[in-house]
């Protein structure tokens, strides 16, 4: 036993060593200032506000909400997420000690032609055991291969905050276009009925003789084309209305309106702060360096597996050929040691492997 704790404290003082290069941000030639001058280190960001804080529109909440409940591409990162969350349970459950229970219950017939004389044909053996199996992490193999996953997990996150900011923007763009051509097909039909007014006063001013046949054609052609803009304006308000549904998950249809825009709010307006800053919180920045972390942690992955994979197994139980004696003192076994698997040959696969990470 005493031979044994001393290998094995040595492997457990090194198993603070990691191989790899750790993480560094890198530098970004960013203005210190912006070009106005203004620099204001306030935390906050329009991007850190929840997207119900910037629309008081009630219909127009509903239409987001909708949108994010329906759409596929949030649906598809959702699931990216959850995925990479139980890669990283996966992944960090490596890092402990593994102990499963087992129990057997054997018969063997030995060969009348091997088997000593005196000794009978057939041997029943019952055992149960305790196995302990825990991999020493000396060269950080483990801890980097959990370092990807966490960074595989930020990626998704911000990949799914990116999918979220953008669907959201897409649906409040179009509903206040939409909100906008309401406004101006109202506008436009005002302008028809004032035009057609108009024209019925030249008319009568015309048969009275009071006014050219100039000045009746001049109203009609005014008219007319006050009158033609009405069509090109429905046509955008339905192209617009069928984006809303294709956003929203539905079938082509009209979409019901809450405030007018005039009645329309902006969201706070909220300091832009230093620029540096401002690129930390883009979400498609933060999932790239997220997917760098996760890349140059595979590095130290990658050239672990040059050295020793060292690991602590045993077990613990009892076993005898008799099942009336298999909980007897006499019955108890167990073993203890470590495990060292040193690749020796593996036709270039871990330096093909060392060179696709890097």
Do not use: H
């Not at 436009?188 to 024209?199: D, E, G, I, W, Y």
């Not at 955008?236 to 998950?249: D, F, H, Y």
């Not at 082509?252 to 005039?262: E, N, V």
């Not at 203890?336 to 036709?347: E, K, R, S």
């Amino acid at each position: 036993m005493r031979r044994i704790v001393a290998p094995v404290a040595l492997c457990l003082l090194l198993a603070g060593c990691t191989l790899g290069p750790d993480y560094r941000r890198p530098g970004v030639a960013s203005p210190a200032v912006w070009r106005d001058g203004q620099a204001t280190p306030d935390p906050a960001s329009l991007a850190d506000l929840t997207w119900w804080e910037l629309f008081a529109d009630e219909e127009l909440r509903g239409l987001v909400r909708s949108a994010i409940e329906a759409n596929k591409d949030l649906g598809i990162a959702v699931t990216r997420v959850d995925q990479a969350r139980a890669q990283l349970g996966v992944t960090r459950a490596a890092q402990f000690p593994q102990l499963d229970a087992g129990a057997s219950a054997t018969t063997n017939r030995t060969s009348d032609n091997v088997r000593p004389r005196g000794l009978g044909g057939e041997t029943d053996l019952f055992s149960t055991t305790l196995d302990l199996s825990f991999e020493i992490d000396i060269w950080g193999r483990l801890r980097r291969a959990s370092e990807a996953a966490r960074a595989d997990l930020l990626a998704s996150e911000e990949a799914r905050r990116a999918v979220v900011m953008t669907l959201v923007s897409d649906v409040a763009s179009a509903y206040l276009r939409l909100r906008e051509l309401d406004v101006e097909l109202e506008t436009t039909q005002r302008n028809v009925a004032s035009r057609r007014r108009s024209l019925q006063i030249v008319r009568d001013r015309f048969d009275a003789g009071l006014t050219s046949a100039l000045d009746l054609r001049q109203a009609e052609a005014e008219l007319a084309s006050t009158a033609a803009l009405i069509p090109d304006l429905e046509r955008q308000v339905a192209q617009t209305e069928n984006q809303l549904s294709i956003l929203l998950g539905r079938n082509p249809g009209s979409i019901s309106r809450g405030r007018p825009l005039a009645g329309q709010t902006f969201p706070p307006t909220v300091p832009a702060g230093l620029p540096s800053a401002l690129l930390a919180r883009r979400p498609d920045i933060r999932q790239a360096e997220a997917g760098l972390i996760a890349a140059n942690a595979r590095i130290g992955v990658a050239k672990a597996a040059f050295f020793p994979q060292i690991s602590l197994t045993g077990f613990f139980g009892v076993e005898s050929v008799a099942l009336s004696d298999l909980f007897t003192g006499p019955s108890r076994v167990w073993q203890f040691g470590p495990t060292v698997t040193l690749p020796i040959f593996n036709a270039g696969r871990n330096r093909a492997t060392l060179e696709l990470t890097e």
